[in-house]
């Protein structure tokens, strides 16, 4: 069964630092999505892609946050100078194309601890 | 906007009895989607069932159900004998589905319910 895919599954990085989360969507799904969920609290949506650009983003994604898709497979959530607050489980998801929704399907979720 | 309300924080059921989470929604659009989603101690978001609002029948997979009063806004998942390995965060989301100028296509999650199965 196809799967979204995320590495690491857990990454300490100290603050000020830049980190780079990966995932791998389903490959014939066209749109993309992160949340996060800080420890014990709701999940949260960041920001949705779909051809190559932004769909919508949250105010939590402010200008230290960016997503790219670089090779046609990877997207990748980037957070440029990392706070503590930023410390929380990030899920990647994936959809079908438009007009057939469904559901997201998400990622195991990377672990970020900032220190 | 669209919110989702999950009321029951934390619950406790014994093994193979049934238990029901209950989830209301605000909206104002009359086509959308609705799930349930399973997260265990391990983290994963895992899809439970699906409702689509257009669909009357409420959705049914093996031992979880949903009762999906549309007027009421209200959709609850029912788990019937219960098993240790429902021991979980269950939440409820809603998403618009997208297509034409709909670009809003995020899911909102309630805050989750925390739902023990005792042995």
């Known amino acids: 069964e196809p799967e979204v895919t995320q590495t690491p599954s857990h990454q300490v990085t100290q603050m000020g630092q830049e980190v780079i989360l990966r995932c791998v969507p389903i490959?014939?799904?066209?749109?993309f999505y992160w949340y996060r969920q800080i420890l014990g609290q709701k999940v949260e949506f960041l920001v949705s892609?779909?051809?190559?650009?932004?769909?919508?983003k949250s105010e939590i994604f402010d200008d230290q946050f960016s997503v790219e898709r670089p090779d046609g497979s990877n997207f990748t959530l980037k957070i440029r100078s990392t706070k503590l607050e930023d410390s929380a489980m990030y899920f990647c998801?994936?959809?079908?194309?438009?007009?057939?929704?469904?559901?997201?399907?998400f990622g195991q979720g990377t672990r970020l601890t900032v220190v | 906007a669209q919110t989702v309300t999950q009321s029951q924080p934390e619950m406790s059921v014994q093994e193979a009895e049934t238990v029901t989470l209950s989830c209301t929604y605000d909206?104002?659009?009359?086509?959308?989607?609705l799930f349930w989603y399973k997260q265990p101690p391990s983290r994963q978001m895992i899809l439970v069932i699906r409702?689509?609002?257009?669909?009357?029948q409420n959705a049914t997979e093996n031992r979880f159900s949903v009762n999906f009063q549309k007027a009421a806004k209200s959709f609850s998942l029912k788990i019937s004998d219960s098993q240790l390995g429902d021991t979980a965060m269950y939440f409820c989301?809603?998403?618009?589905?997208?297509?034409?100028?709909?670009?809003?296509?995020?899911?909102?999650f309630g805050k989750g319910t925390r739902l023990h199965i005792l042995p």
């Open positions: 409702q689509e609002a257009y669909k009357q």
């Open positions: 892609f779909y051809n190559n650009e932004i769909s919508e």
């Open positions: 998801a994936s959809s079908e194309r438009r007009g057939r929704l469904t559901e997201a399907f």
């Open positions: 989301a809603f998403m618009k589905p997208k297509g034409g100028l709909n670009r809003d296509d995020k899911i909102i």
């Open positions: 490959s014939n799904h066209l749109y």
């Open positions: 909206t104002s659009e009359s086509n959308y989607y």
